[in-house]
Protein backbone atom coordinates (compact mmCIF):
# COMPACT_ATOMS: atom_id res chain seq x y z
CA UNK A 1 0.00 0.00 0.00
CA UNK A 2 1.08 3.25 -0.91
CA UNK A 3 1.59 5.96 1.99
CA UNK A 4 1.95 8.88 -0.08
CA UNK A 5 -1.00 8.21 -2.28
CA UNK A 6 -3.14 9.48 0.83
CA UNK A 7 -0.69 12.27 1.73
CA UNK A 8 0.86 12.02 5.42
CA UNK A 9 -1.84 13.95 7.00
CA UNK A 10 -3.86 11.48 5.70
CA UNK A 11 -1.85 8.68 6.87
CA UNK A 12 -3.80 7.97 10.35
CA UNK A 13 -6.99 7.73 8.71
CA UNK A 14 -6.05 5.19 6.17
CA UNK A 15 -4.18 3.04 8.90
CA UNK A 16 -7.37 3.44 10.72
CA UNK A 17 -9.28 2.06 7.55
CA UNK A 18 -6.85 -0.76 6.99
CA UNK A 19 -7.33 -2.38 10.81
CA UNK A 20 -10.86 -1.91 10.33
CA UNK A 21 -11.28 -3.67 7.22
CA UNK A 22 -8.68 -6.27 8.72
CA UNK A 23 -11.49 -7.14 11.37
CA UNK A 24 -14.20 -7.24 9.26
CA UNK A 25 -14.95 -10.85 9.10
CA UNK A 26 -18.54 -11.51 10.55
CA UNK A 27 -20.19 -13.27 13.18
CA UNK A 28 -19.88 -16.60 14.48
CA UNK A 29 -16.82 -18.27 15.56
CA UNK A 30 -13.85 -16.25 13.65
CA UNK A 31 -12.22 -18.26 11.06
CA UNK A 32 -8.39 -17.42 9.66
CA UNK A 33 -8.10 -14.22 7.89
CA UNK A 34 -9.18 -14.36 4.33
CA UNK A 35 -7.11 -13.02 1.40
CA UNK A 36 -8.69 -12.70 -2.43
CA UNK A 37 -6.02 -15.83 -3.05
CA UNK A 38 -8.36 -17.50 -0.99
CA UNK A 39 -11.24 -17.17 -3.83
CA UNK A 40 -11.37 -18.90 -6.79
CA UNK A 41 -13.14 -17.05 -9.35
CA UNK A 42 -16.22 -18.78 -11.35
CA UNK A 43 -19.16 -17.14 -13.57
CA UNK A 44 -20.51 -13.58 -13.46
CA UNK A 45 -23.50 -13.69 -11.31
CA UNK A 46 -24.84 -10.21 -12.65
CA UNK A 47 -23.54 -6.75 -13.68
CA UNK A 48 -24.51 -3.62 -12.15
CA UNK A 49 -23.50 -0.03 -12.88
CA UNK A 50 -20.77 -0.02 -10.01
CA UNK A 51 -18.96 -3.10 -11.15
CA UNK A 52 -19.41 -7.29 -11.72
CA UNK A 53 -20.33 -9.81 -9.03
CA UNK A 54 -19.16 -13.03 -9.55
CA UNK A 55 -19.93 -16.19 -7.81
CA UNK A 56 -16.54 -17.21 -6.55
CA UNK A 57 -15.03 -20.60 -4.22
CA UNK A 58 -13.49 -20.38 -1.20
CA UNK A 59 -11.23 -22.90 -1.17
CA UNK A 60 -10.99 -22.72 2.82
CA UNK A 61 -14.77 -24.19 3.50
CA UNK A 62 -15.45 -25.42 -0.25
CA UNK A 63 -18.60 -23.20 -0.26
CA UNK A 64 -19.34 -20.56 -3.11
CA UNK A 65 -19.99 -16.94 -2.54
CA UNK A 66 -20.94 -14.31 -4.48
CA UNK A 67 -17.93 -11.42 -4.92
CA UNK A 68 -18.57 -7.87 -5.35
CA UNK A 69 -16.21 -5.37 -6.23
CA UNK A 70 -16.72 -1.56 -5.70
CA UNK A 71 -13.77 0.62 -7.27
CA UNK A 72 -13.84 4.02 -5.55
CA UNK A 73 -11.09 7.00 -6.12
CA UNK A 74 -8.55 7.78 -3.56
CA UNK A 75 -8.42 11.71 -4.22
CA UNK A 76 -5.24 13.47 -2.46
CA UNK A 77 -7.51 14.24 0.45
CA UNK A 78 -7.12 10.66 1.38
CA UNK A 79 -10.49 8.19 2.15
CA UNK A 80 -13.56 10.61 3.54
CA UNK A 81 -14.63 9.95 6.69
CA UNK A 82 -18.09 8.99 5.05
CA UNK A 83 -16.56 6.30 4.17
CA UNK A 84 -14.94 5.20 6.55
CA UNK A 85 -18.62 5.67 8.81
CA UNK A 86 -20.22 3.52 6.12
CA UNK A 87 -17.79 0.88 6.10
CA UNK A 88 -18.12 0.77 9.93
CA UNK A 89 -22.22 0.69 9.59
CA UNK A 90 -21.30 -2.72 7.19
CA UNK A 91 -19.63 -4.04 9.56
CA UNK A 92 -21.81 -3.87 12.85
CA UNK A 93 -24.07 -5.58 9.76
CA UNK A 94 -21.87 -8.19 9.46
CA UNK A 95 -22.39 -8.93 13.06
CA UNK A 96 -26.43 -9.26 13.42
CA UNK A 97 -27.98 -10.95 10.32
CA UNK A 98 -31.13 -10.86 9.19
CA UNK A 99 -32.68 -13.83 6.97
CA UNK A 100 -33.92 -11.18 4.63
CA UNK A 101 -31.18 -9.47 4.33
CA UNK A 102 -28.11 -10.56 2.22
CA UNK A 103 -25.32 -11.67 4.72
CA UNK A 104 -21.70 -10.19 4.18
CA UNK A 105 -19.00 -12.68 5.02
CA UNK A 106 -15.91 -10.62 4.60
CA UNK A 107 -14.76 -7.45 3.12
CA UNK A 108 -11.25 -7.08 1.52
CA UNK A 109 -9.36 -3.92 -0.24
CA UNK A 110 -6.62 -3.63 -2.52
CA UNK A 111 -5.28 -0.07 -3.61
CA UNK A 112 -4.01 0.86 -6.75
CA UNK A 113 -1.42 3.16 -6.26
CA UNK A 114 -0.44 3.51 -10.32
CA UNK A 115 -4.52 4.31 -11.00
CA UNK A 116 -5.31 6.00 -7.44
CA UNK A 117 -8.05 3.94 -7.02
CA UNK A 118 -9.12 1.85 -3.78
CA UNK A 119 -11.04 -1.74 -5.03
CA UNK A 120 -12.66 -2.99 -1.76
CA UNK A 121 -14.04 -6.87 -2.30
CA UNK A 122 -17.40 -8.32 -0.59
CA UNK A 123 -17.63 -11.43 -0.32
CA UNK A 124 -21.54 -12.15 0.39
CA UNK A 125 -23.70 -15.46 0.42
CA UNK A 126 -24.92 -16.39 -2.61
CA UNK A 127 -28.48 -16.12 -3.98
CA UNK A 128 -30.13 -17.90 -6.89
CA UNK A 129 -31.78 -15.26 -9.02
CA UNK A 130 -32.43 -11.33 -8.54
CA UNK A 131 -35.97 -10.76 -8.21
CA UNK A 132 -36.17 -9.26 -11.95
CA UNK A 133 -35.06 -12.80 -13.12
CA UNK A 134 -37.11 -14.30 -11.19
CA UNK A 135 -40.41 -12.55 -12.08
CA UNK A 136 -39.06 -12.89 -15.94
CA UNK A 137 -39.04 -16.81 -15.59
CA UNK A 138 -42.64 -17.82 -13.80
CA UNK A 139 -46.51 -17.04 -15.29
CA UNK A 140 -47.50 -13.69 -15.42
CA UNK A 141 -49.86 -14.60 -12.80
CA UNK A 142 -49.16 -14.29 -9.64
CA UNK A 143 -51.47 -15.56 -6.80
CA UNK A 144 -51.48 -13.21 -4.14
CA UNK A 145 -50.61 -15.43 -1.43
CA UNK A 146 -47.18 -15.82 -3.44
CA UNK A 147 -47.14 -11.97 -3.71
CA UNK A 148 -47.70 -11.53 -0.62
CA UNK A 149 -44.46 -14.14 0.65
CA UNK A 150 -42.41 -11.82 -1.23
CA UNK A 151 -43.66 -8.57 -0.71
CA UNK A 152 -43.59 -9.33 3.31
CA UNK A 153 -39.98 -10.53 2.95
CA UNK A 154 -39.13 -7.23 1.26
CA UNK A 155 -40.70 -5.85 4.43
CA UNK A 156 -38.78 -7.56 7.13
CA UNK A 157 -35.56 -6.64 5.48
CA UNK A 158 -36.58 -3.22 5.07
CA UNK A 159 -37.69 -2.87 8.62
CA UNK A 160 -34.44 -4.43 9.73
CA UNK A 161 -32.61 -1.91 7.65
CA UNK A 162 -34.50 0.85 9.03
CA UNK A 163 -34.13 -0.18 12.18
CA UNK A 164 -30.38 -0.01 12.16
CA UNK A 165 -30.71 3.42 10.39
CA UNK A 166 -29.67 2.01 7.23
CA UNK A 167 -31.69 3.70 3.69
CA UNK A 168 -31.11 1.90 1.35
CA UNK A 169 -31.87 4.25 -1.23
CA UNK A 170 -31.79 1.88 -4.87
CA UNK A 171 -34.35 -0.68 -3.86
CA UNK A 172 -35.30 -2.09 -7.14
CA UNK A 173 -35.71 -5.79 -8.74
CA UNK A 174 -32.54 -5.90 -9.34
CA UNK A 175 -31.28 -5.24 -6.16
CA UNK A 176 -33.15 -7.95 -4.72
CA UNK A 177 -32.55 -11.30 -4.14
CA UNK A 178 -34.86 -14.96 -4.54
CA UNK A 179 -33.69 -18.44 -3.55
CA UNK A 180 -35.41 -21.37 -5.33
CA UNK A 181 -36.96 -21.88 -2.04
CA UNK A 182 -38.72 -18.70 -2.48
CA UNK A 183 -36.22 -16.45 0.64
CA UNK A 184 -35.94 -13.06 -0.38
CA UNK A 185 -33.25 -11.09 0.47
CA UNK A 186 -32.58 -7.12 0.24
CA UNK A 187 -28.93 -6.74 -1.26
CA UNK A 188 -26.66 -3.96 -2.75
CA UNK A 189 -27.08 -1.51 0.36
CA UNK A 190 -24.21 0.76 1.50
CA UNK A 191 -21.37 1.98 0.23
CA UNK A 192 -21.47 1.98 -3.60
CA UNK A 193 -24.03 4.12 -4.13
CA UNK A 194 -22.93 6.93 -1.96
CA UNK A 195 -19.43 7.28 -2.77
CA UNK A 196 -18.48 5.47 -5.71
CA UNK A 197 -18.17 7.64 -8.72
CA UNK A 198 -20.15 5.93 -11.68
CA UNK A 199 -19.16 7.52 -14.54
CA UNK A 200 -15.24 6.84 -13.70
CA UNK A 201 -16.04 3.55 -13.90
CA UNK A 202 -18.75 2.37 -16.18
CA UNK A 203 -21.18 3.29 -18.60
CA UNK A 204 -23.73 2.04 -17.28
CA UNK A 205 -26.85 4.35 -16.47
CA UNK A 206 -28.57 3.90 -13.17
CA UNK A 207 -32.21 3.70 -13.52
CA UNK A 208 -34.34 6.34 -11.97
CA UNK A 209 -37.82 4.63 -12.01
CA UNK A 210 -37.73 3.65 -8.65
CA UNK A 211 -36.50 6.74 -6.74
CA UNK A 212 -38.84 8.60 -5.21
CA UNK A 213 -40.20 12.58 -6.16
CA UNK A 214 -38.24 14.36 -3.21
CA UNK A 215 -35.50 12.54 -4.14
CA UNK A 216 -35.07 13.25 -7.74
CA UNK A 217 -36.13 17.48 -6.80
CA UNK A 218 -33.16 16.74 -4.15
CA UNK A 219 -35.12 17.79 -1.46
CA UNK A 220 -34.91 16.26 1.58
CA UNK A 221 -36.00 12.68 2.11
CA UNK A 222 -36.10 9.93 5.03
CA UNK A 223 -36.52 6.34 4.90
CA UNK A 224 -39.79 6.52 3.11
CA UNK A 225 -37.72 7.17 -0.23
CA UNK A 226 -37.65 2.88 0.14
CA UNK A 227 -41.18 2.29 0.50
CA UNK A 228 -41.86 4.59 -2.37
CA UNK A 229 -39.72 2.37 -4.50
CA UNK A 230 -41.76 -0.73 -2.65
CA UNK A 231 -44.97 0.78 -4.20
CA UNK A 232 -42.98 0.64 -7.47
CA UNK A 233 -41.77 -3.20 -7.42
CA UNK A 234 -45.12 -4.32 -5.69
CA UNK A 235 -46.83 -2.93 -9.21
CA UNK A 236 -44.38 -4.90 -11.28
CA UNK A 237 -45.02 -7.74 -9.61
CA UNK A 238 -48.20 -7.92 -9.97
CA UNK A 239 -48.29 -6.20 -13.62
CA UNK A 240 -44.76 -7.41 -14.93
CA UNK A 241 -44.34 -3.91 -16.29
CA UNK A 242 -42.25 -1.15 -14.37
CA UNK A 243 -44.71 1.44 -12.98
CA UNK A 244 -42.93 4.61 -14.08
CA UNK A 245 -40.32 3.81 -16.93
CA UNK A 246 -38.87 7.26 -17.62
CA UNK A 247 -36.68 7.33 -20.43
CA UNK A 248 -34.13 9.80 -18.86
CA UNK A 249 -33.84 12.16 -15.60
CA UNK A 250 -35.88 14.94 -17.43
CA UNK A 251 -39.04 12.84 -18.12
CA UNK A 252 -38.71 10.89 -15.16
CA UNK A 253 -40.95 13.02 -13.02
CA UNK A 254 -43.31 13.82 -15.69
CA UNK A 255 -43.77 10.03 -15.84
CA UNK A 256 -44.83 9.87 -12.29
CA UNK A 257 -46.49 13.34 -11.98
CA UNK A 258 -48.78 11.91 -15.03
CA UNK A 259 -50.38 8.97 -13.17
CA UNK A 260 -50.59 10.35 -9.90
CA UNK A 261 -51.01 13.94 -10.72
CA UNK A 262 -48.81 16.86 -10.33
CA UNK A 263 -48.24 17.31 -6.99
CA UNK A 264 -49.56 20.51 -5.36
CA UNK A 265 -49.42 22.71 -2.11
CA UNK A 266 -47.86 20.72 0.63
CA UNK A 267 -46.99 17.45 -1.38
CA UNK A 268 -44.36 19.72 -3.72
CA UNK A 269 -41.29 18.74 -1.97
CA UNK A 270 -39.46 21.11 0.15
CA UNK A 271 -37.07 23.05 -1.10
CA UNK A 272 -36.71 21.32 -4.34
CA UNK A 273 -34.30 22.34 -6.95
CA UNK A 274 -37.37 23.10 -9.46
CA UNK A 275 -40.33 24.86 -8.76
CA UNK A 276 -43.81 23.06 -9.33
CA UNK A 277 -44.57 25.64 -12.43
CA UNK A 278 -41.85 23.82 -14.25
CA UNK A 279 -44.17 21.02 -14.64
CA UNK A 280 -47.48 20.99 -16.47
CA UNK A 281 -50.96 20.85 -14.12
CA UNK A 282 -51.54 16.53 -14.85
CA UNK A 283 -54.22 15.21 -13.50
CA UNK A 284 -53.41 12.01 -12.92
CA UNK A 285 -55.14 8.35 -13.93
CA UNK A 286 -57.00 6.45 -11.51
CA UNK A 287 -54.44 3.63 -10.50
CA UNK A 288 -56.98 1.12 -9.11
CA UNK A 289 -57.91 0.58 -12.99
CA UNK A 290 -54.30 0.45 -13.38
CA UNK A 291 -53.44 -2.97 -11.59
CA UNK A 292 -54.38 -6.52 -12.18
CA UNK A 293 -55.18 -8.89 -9.84
CA UNK A 294 -54.70 -7.00 -6.52
CA UNK A 295 -56.97 -7.33 -3.46
CA UNK A 296 -58.55 -4.67 -2.14
CA UNK A 297 -55.78 -4.93 0.74
CA UNK A 298 -52.56 -4.95 -1.63
CA UNK A 299 -54.23 -1.95 -3.38
CA UNK A 300 -54.56 0.33 -0.21
CA UNK A 301 -50.72 -1.01 0.97
CA UNK A 302 -49.31 -0.12 -2.89
CA UNK A 303 -51.69 3.60 -2.71
CA UNK A 304 -50.03 4.01 0.78
CA UNK A 305 -46.41 3.82 -0.62
CA UNK A 306 -47.38 6.04 -3.16
CA UNK A 307 -47.84 8.91 -1.24
CA UNK A 308 -46.17 12.35 -1.87
CA UNK A 309 -45.58 13.31 1.35
CA UNK A 310 -42.54 11.41 2.98
CA UNK A 311 -44.16 12.24 6.22
CA UNK A 312 -47.69 10.57 5.44
CA UNK A 313 -46.66 7.85 3.43
CA UNK A 314 -46.49 4.39 5.26
CA UNK A 315 -43.10 3.68 6.97
CA UNK A 316 -41.66 0.28 6.93
CA UNK A 317 -42.87 -0.58 10.58
CA UNK A 318 -46.44 0.45 9.89
CA UNK A 319 -46.41 -1.47 6.45
CA UNK A 320 -45.68 -4.50 8.57
CA UNK A 321 -49.14 -3.72 10.84
CA UNK A 322 -50.99 -3.33 7.61
CA UNK A 323 -53.96 -5.56 6.96
CA UNK A 324 -52.41 -6.62 3.69
CA UNK A 325 -49.23 -8.62 5.35
CA UNK A 326 -49.89 -8.38 9.54
CA UNK A 327 -46.85 -9.49 10.03
CA UNK A 328 -44.57 -9.63 13.69
CA UNK A 329 -42.50 -6.20 13.39
CA UNK A 330 -38.23 -7.15 13.22
CA UNK A 331 -37.35 -7.52 17.39
CA UNK A 332 -34.32 -4.47 17.00
CA UNK A 333 -34.90 -1.55 18.68
CA UNK A 334 -35.68 1.38 16.75
CA UNK A 335 -32.94 3.96 16.33
CA UNK A 336 -33.91 7.52 15.55
CA UNK A 337 -33.53 8.71 11.51
CA UNK A 338 -32.06 11.75 10.35
CA UNK A 339 -34.03 13.94 8.21
CA UNK A 340 -31.35 14.06 5.33
CA UNK A 341 -30.87 16.24 2.45
CA UNK A 342 -29.99 14.37 -1.03
CA UNK A 343 -27.11 17.43 -1.82
CA UNK A 344 -25.34 16.93 1.34
CA UNK A 345 -24.50 14.06 1.32
N1 LIG B 1 -25.27 -12.24 -3.53
C1 LIG B 1 -25.62 -12.39 -4.81
N2 LIG B 1 -26.00 -13.60 -5.27
C2 LIG B 1 -26.38 -13.75 -6.56
N3 LIG B 1 -26.41 -12.76 -7.48
C3 LIG B 1 -26.05 -11.53 -7.07
C4 LIG B 1 -25.64 -11.28 -5.73
N4 LIG B 1 -25.35 -9.96 -5.60
C5 LIG B 1 -25.57 -9.44 -6.80
N5 LIG B 1 -25.99 -10.35 -7.69
C6 LIG B 1 -26.32 -10.11 -9.11
O1 LIG B 1 -25.48 -9.09 -9.62
C7 LIG B 1 -26.25 -7.94 -10.02
C8 LIG B 1 -25.50 -6.66 -9.71
O2 LIG B 1 -25.22 -6.62 -8.34
P1 LIG B 1 -25.36 -5.29 -7.49
O3 LIG B 1 -26.74 -4.79 -7.59
O4 LIG B 1 -24.88 -5.56 -6.11
O5 LIG B 1 -24.36 -4.35 -8.27
P2 LIG B 1 -24.41 -2.83 -8.60
O6 LIG B 1 -23.23 -2.60 -9.45
O7 LIG B 1 -24.50 -2.04 -7.36
O8 LIG B 1 -25.70 -2.62 -9.42
P3 LIG B 1 -26.65 -1.38 -9.54
O9 LIG B 1 -25.98 -0.18 -9.11
O10 LIG B 1 -27.05 -1.40 -10.97
O11 LIG B 1 -27.79 -1.72 -8.62
C9 LIG B 1 -27.58 -8.07 -9.25
O12 LIG B 1 -28.63 -7.41 -9.92
C10 LIG B 1 -27.76 -9.59 -9.23
O13 LIG B 1 -28.29 -10.05 -10.46
MG1 LIG C 1 -27.58 -3.42 -7.91
Known amino acids: ?????????????????????????????????LTL????VGEALGKGAYGHVYRVRNMQDGKDYALKQIVMSASR???????????????????????????????????????NIIKIAMIMEICDWDLHTFLQNVPKVIPEKQAKHIIGQM???????????????DLKPQNILVNRDQTVKLADFGLSKKYTNTSAFTTCVVTLWYRAPEVLLQSYYNSTVDMWSIGCIIYEI????????????????????????????????????????????????SMTSDVTGMSAAALDFFKRCLIYDPARRMGSRAALGHEF??????????????????NNL
Open 77 to 115: DGVPQSVIREIAVMKRLTRQTHPNVVSLRTVLHTVDTSR
Open 325 to 342: LKLKPVSVKPRVLRQLRF
Open 238 to 285: YNRVPLFPGPDEAQQLHEIFKKLGTPIGTDWPKQSVLTKDTFPHYTGI
Open 37 to 40: KDFK
Open 155 to 169: MKGLDFLHSHAIIHR
Open 1 to 33: MSENLYGEENRGEMVRLQKMMKNMNCGGPRPAA
